[in-house]
């Protein structure tokens, strides 16, 4: 059974950082891309970042790019995000997820987390 737990959310003020984490188990995490998304209220879940299966590739939606970074630790089955220079617009529940291919498409992903409250204050 596939399981992603993420954490790391919270409150924070405009201009500073967090790290969200997510855990995954259940089947060879090295053998999966890792993505993460974000959605608000009355709007489409969107693409923020995602890392190939070495950690040597990776994608990010234009916003975030030069203050998110993501990464993975295959060893401890984790993928990382780590956001800086936080904005009242980075407010989202986040979520991660697995797929075979590093994409924007969310269709391609078939296990997601249940996501990780972020909210920044402005």
């Known amino acids: 059974q596939v399981q992603l737990v993420e954490s790391g959310g919270g409150l924070v003020q405009a201009g500073g950082s967090l790290r969200l984490s997510c855990a995954a188990s259940?089947?060879?995490?090295?053998?999966?891309?890792m993505g993460w998304f974000r959605q608000t209220p009355g709007k489409e879940r969107e693409f923020v970042a995602c890392i190939t299966r070495s950690g040597r590739g990776t994608d990010y939606l234009d916003s975030v790019k030069g203050r998110f970074t993501i990464s993975r630790d295959n060893a401890k089955n984790t993928v990382y995000l780590e956001m800086t220079s936080l904005k009242a617009e980075d407010t989202a529940v986040y979520y991660c997820a697995q797929s075979q291919i590093c994409t924007r498409t969310i269709g391609a992903y078939d296990y997601w987390g249940q996501g990780t409250q972020v909210t920044v204050s402005s």
């Open positions: 259940g089947r060879t995490f090295s053998d999966y891309i």
